[in-house]
């Protein structure tokens, strides 16, 4: 069954920027929406954004252009570069795949997700 | 932007009670796409209910979704030792931005 995992620096000075990289592995990465969720410790879940595997990044406005998101098919990955982090964005950050809400829709649920990766931003 | 709010903020039952989650929305959710999750200590949610009320695959029929408009409820028939968790609804009818709400703990009375 397809699997997500998550990986990238425990660690991140803030100003910094923040890469992580989610490894698709037991299915295509092809023809889906691929997206990002955060979640501060003891706290909800914040949508980063997605982007579906030939691009199209639909981005979550209050980021602004902090996020930048890429697949690369031949790896089977995709990647979220987040820029000038602060503490606010020390959170665990998951991986997840987009179920569509129907045709011609940009939005959807999560039906698959990653284990997640903490990300703290601390000098 | 949608702003869903859940209540209780805690739920406090015993295995074999049933549990009422509420989710109310700040606005109409579009088309009710509105779904819910389950997340356990250390681990990430999983899906059990999109679309208001059409379980995902594998989740047992105890869960139920219903609502419509601004207010929706996930309904656990019998809890079993293992639903004891923080559940979340998500909206995904009017975006951006996709929006969660702050979540319910389910907790052993």
Not at chain 2, 1 to 16: D, K, M, N, R, Y
Request: net charge positive; with cysteine.
């Amino acid at each position: 069954q397809v699997q997500l995992q998550e990986s990238g620096p425990g660690l991140v000075k803030p100003s910094e920027t923040l890469s992580l990289t989610c490894s698709v592995s037991g299915g295509s990465i092809g023809g889906y929406y691929w997206s990002w969720i955060r979640q501060p410790a003891g706290k909800g879940l914040e949508w980063i954004g997605h982007i579906y595997t030939s691009g199209s990044p639909y981005n979550n406005p209050s980021l602004k252009s902090r996020v930048t998101m890429s697949v690369d098919r031949s790896k089977s990955e995709f990647s979220l570069t987040l820029t000038s982090v602060t503490p606010a964005d020390t959170a665990v950050y998951y991986c997840a795949r987009l179920a569509l809400a129907g045709p011609g829709s940009r939005e959807g649920f999560f039906d698959l997700w990653g284990r997640g990766t903490l990300v703290t931003v601390s000098s | 932007e949608i702003v869903l709010t859940q209540s209780p903020g805690t739920l406090s039952l015993s295995p074999g009670e049933r549990a009422t989650l509420s989710c109310r929305a700040s606005q109409s959710v579009s088309s009710s796409f509105l779904a819910w999750y389950q997340q356990k200590p250390g681990q990430a949610p999983r899906l059990l209910i999109y679309s208001t009320s059409t379980r995902a695959t594998g989740i047992p029929d105890r869960f139920s979704g219903s609502g419509s408009g601004t207010d929706f409820t996930l309904t656990i028939s019998r809890l079993e030792p293992e639903d004891f968790a923080v559940y979340y609804c998500q909206q995904y009818g009017s975006s951006p931005p996709i929006t969660f709400g702050q979540g319910t703990r389910v907790e052993t009375k």
